[in-house]
C-alpha cells in the first residue's frame, strides 16, 4: 500500500543548530515527493518539491531536501534553526500517473529553543 | 493574487447538527480539493473537483459528507448529521490542473469542534 512515514512525532533543536527533519515512502514508483509547513492556525505552505533530476533540492526559507531512491527518502534539513521555523512539518507525495492524489505523512512537530 | 479563501474560521456544532463549509479556490484554479486535518495527523483527502465535475470522491462518507463546486468556482462541503469524530481542520486547496507539478495553494482551513 502506498504510505508516507514521518518517523519524528516532535523534534527540539536549539536556535541556530541544524535540523533534518526524516521522510519514508512507499510506493510502487518514485513519486513526485513535496515538504509543506504549517504554521499554527494556517494551512499549508509548500516548502519544496522533487520531480526529477538533481536529488538535492532548494526550497524557500533555507531549506533543502535530499532524495535517497536507494532508502525510499526525501529528509528536509536546514543548516541554522530560527525560532520563526516552530511549525508542523508535512512530507508528502503523489504517483506520476493516474489520478495525481497526495498523500501526507502525519508530520513532525518542530520546537525551537533559545 | 489572492489565496484560497475558507469561511467560516472556526465552528461549533452539537453532534447530530448540520453544518457547511465554503472555499473560494485562486481565480482560474480549475482543480479544487477537500482536505480533512484530525489532531495530529496528516491531511486526508476527503474529495477533489476538476472544475465542476468530481474526480475522487473515495475517501468522502457520503453517508453524511456532501460537497458541490456547481459553477467551477467556489466550493460548499456540508456535513449531516455530524458526529463527534468529524471534529477537525477542513482544508480546502486549489491547483491550475489535476497534474498541476507546483503544488497546491491550501487556504487557513476551518476548525470544526462537534460537542
Redesign the interface.
Known sequence: AQSVTQPDIHITVSEGASLELRCNYSYGATPYLFWYVQSPGQGLQLLLKYFSGDTLVQGIKGFEAEFKRSQSSFNLRKPSVHWSDAAEYFCAVAPRTGGFKTIFGAGTRLFVKA | EAG?AQSPRYKIIEKRQSVAFWCNPISGHATLYWYQQIL??????LI?FQNNGV??DSQLPKDRFSAERLKGVDSTLKIQPAKLEDSAVY?C?SSSS????????????TRLTVV
Open positions: 484560497v495530529g495527523q496528516g491531511p486526508k483527502l477533489q474526480v475522487d482544508l486547496a489535476r497534474r498541476d507539478v507546483y503544488g497546491y495553494t491550501f487556504g487557513s482551513g
